[in-house]
C-alpha cells in the first residue's frame, strides 16, 4: 500500500515516487485507460465526500526523453491501493515527478474544512447534525438530521458565527489516535463524529470549534477557508439538505448572483435593491392587464358572433355558421364558438387552420337535440382521428385538407338529427 503523502501535508504539491504496478482498465478503440500504481502519493482519491485531485507524472528516460502523463481521476479500491488513471502507459519500476493541480486541490481543501466548520456550528447551535457531505463542481451540500425546515434568521445567524471563526484565523490540527481513544473522545462529547471502521483514527481540530475523525484534505487555519456562504435548502428524504460555498467558490457565486442581479434591475431601470418591489409590482400589473385583454376578447367574440350571425341564411330552422380562419389559434375560435352557441337556433362549425392539424369546433346552441359530441366522434372514427366533447360542444383535430369534408359530414349529420321523422 502506498504512503499517503496528504495524511501529513495537505500543501504538497510536488513528490517523487516509483511506479509499482500498471493495469490496462479498458481501452475504446484508439483510447486506453490505465491505471497506475505507486509506492508514495499525494493524490487524493475520492472518499468522505471530497473529489479525487488531478495532475501529471513526469518520467525521464535513461536517452533523456521526458515523457509526461496526465493524471485525470484517483481512486482506492477496497484493499487501500490508490490507483492514478491515466490514458498514457508507463513502466513499472519507473521513477517519476509527481505534480498536484493544485488550484482543484486548495479548492477542495476550502469547501471540506468550509463543511466540518460548518457541521460544527449546525450541531452546537441547532442541534441538527450532519448526516452526509457531498463536494460538487459548483458548489457543496450537507445533508443534516434535522425533519423541519431552518428558518431563514437562523441560518443566516451560523453564516455569520462561521465567517466569525474564519476571521479568527483558528489553527487546525492534525492528529492520530486509537480506536480506543476515538471511542473515549467519543464518550466525552468531545469528538463529533467517529466512522465504523478499525485501525488507527485521523482526527481534525479547529482550535476551540471542532473536533472530527476525518482523511480528507485540510487548510492550516480557518483563515484559509476564505469564507463562507450558504445557499439554498432542499427537504431530502434524511433531513435537510444545505448547499453552501466557500473561499473563491463563494466570490464566483457572489459575482454571478451580482451580474444576474444586476443585468434584470438594468432592464427595468431600478436599483437592485429595488428589484423584489419593481418585480411583485410588475407581476401585479401584467395580472391586471391579462384580465382585461381576456374580458376585451370576450367582448370582441361577442360582436363578432352577432355579425356573423346576421349575415348567415337559416336553414331547417338553424343558422349554420361555417368558417376557417387561418390567422387565429384554436382557443381564439373555441372562444368565437361558444359566443355563437350561447345564441339561439345557431350551429357552430369552426376551424383554426394556423397550424397543420387544424382545430376544429363543433358547438350548438341548446334547443337542439343531437350531440356536437357523439358526431364528432364517430365523423373522426370513419378517419380514424380521436376527437369528441360534450352534446353542446366538441373538439378534434384534422388535416387542414379535411376541414371541408368534416365540415360537410357534422352539418349534414345535425341536420338530419334535427329534421322531425315522418
Ligand atoms: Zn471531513
Known sequence: ??????????????????????????????????????????????SGGQPFDKGSLTATSRTGTVLKVPIDEVEEDEQGEVWHLTSKP??????????????????HMQQHSGQHLLSAIFSRELGAHTVSFHLGDESSTIDLHHTASIAHASLERVERLANEIIAQDRPLFIRTVTRAEAEALLAAGQLRKLPERDGEIRLIEIEGVDLNACGGTHVRSTGQIGGLMLRTTEKVRQGLRVEFVCGVRAVAAARRDFRALTSAAGALSVATSQLPQSIERLLAESKHAAKERQKLREEVARYEASELLAAT??????????????????????????????????????????QEPASIVFARTAEARFSCGELMKSALADLSLRGGGSATMAQGQVPCGAVDALFDKLAAGAVAAETPHP
Not at 313 to 325: C, E, L, S, Y
Open 90 to 107: 508507463l513502466v513499472a519500476g519507473t521513477s517519476v515527478k509527481a505534480a498536484i493541480d493544485w488550484k482543484r486541490r486548495l479548492d
Open 1 to 46: 500500500m502506498p504512503e499517503r503523502l496528504y495524511y501529513s501535508d495537505s500543501f504538497l504539491t510536488s513528490f517523487d515516487a516509483v511506479i509499482t504496478d500498471i493495469r490496462l482498465v479498458s481501452r475504446t478503440g484508439s483510447d486506453s485507460l490505465w491505471q497506475v500504481a505507486l509506492d508514495r502519493s499525494a493524490f487524493y482519491p475520492t
Open 313 to 354: 341564411p337559416t336553414q331547417d330552422g338553424f343558422g349554420i355558421v361555417r368558417k376557417q380562419f387561418a390567422d387565429r389559434d384554436a382557443d381564439s375560435v373555441k372562444l368565437l364558438a361558444s359566443k355563437l352557441a350561447a345564441g339561439s337556433r345557431t350551429i357552430a362549425l369552426l376551424a383554426s387552420t394556423q
